[in-house]
C-alpha cells in the first residue's frame, strides 16, 4: 500500500482556535482524523506531519522524494502556510525531488491579502487547491488517489 504524507507548515498547530471565521473551528487532531478515514477509503496508508520550521519541512520533501523514487510514496499534500509565499528553499525542494505534489489551502488564497495571491509553491506543484475548508484534504487525497490510481 502506497503513503500519502500530508504537510503542514508554520501556525497550522493553532487550527480550531486560529482565525475561526478564516480556517473553522476543527483542530489539527480533527484534520488528522479526516485524512485517516479519507486515505483507508482509497486504498492509502498516511504520514501526517506540523512543522513551524521551514527547514525541517524541506527535510521532510527530501524524505518524500526517496520514498517516492522507491515506489512507496502516492505523493505529498502541502499546506505551506506562509511559507507558502516566502519560501524558495521550499520551491527548490520540490523541483529538486520531483515528488508529486498538490498544494492545499484551506482558505481562498486569492480572495484575501494581496501579499497572499503569489505562490513559490504553484509552479512546482501536480495540483493546486483552495477555499474547500478543511474538507480540502479529503478531496486533495482522493485526488491523488486518482493519479497514484490506488483505488
Ligand atoms: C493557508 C493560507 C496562508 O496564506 C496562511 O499563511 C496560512 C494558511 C491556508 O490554509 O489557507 O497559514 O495556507
Redesign the pocket.
Known sequence: MKTVLVLN????NLLGTREPAV?GSQTLADVQALCERTCAANGLALDFRQSNHEGELVDWLHEAGRLQAAGQLAGVIL????F??TSIALHDAIKGTGVTLIE????N?HA?EEF?HHSFISPVAKAVM?GFGVNGYALAIAGLAQLAETK
Open positions: 507548515g508554520p501556525n497550522l480556517y499546506n505551506a502556510g506562509a507558502t509565499h492545499l489551502h484551506i482558505s488564497v484575501r497572499r483552495a
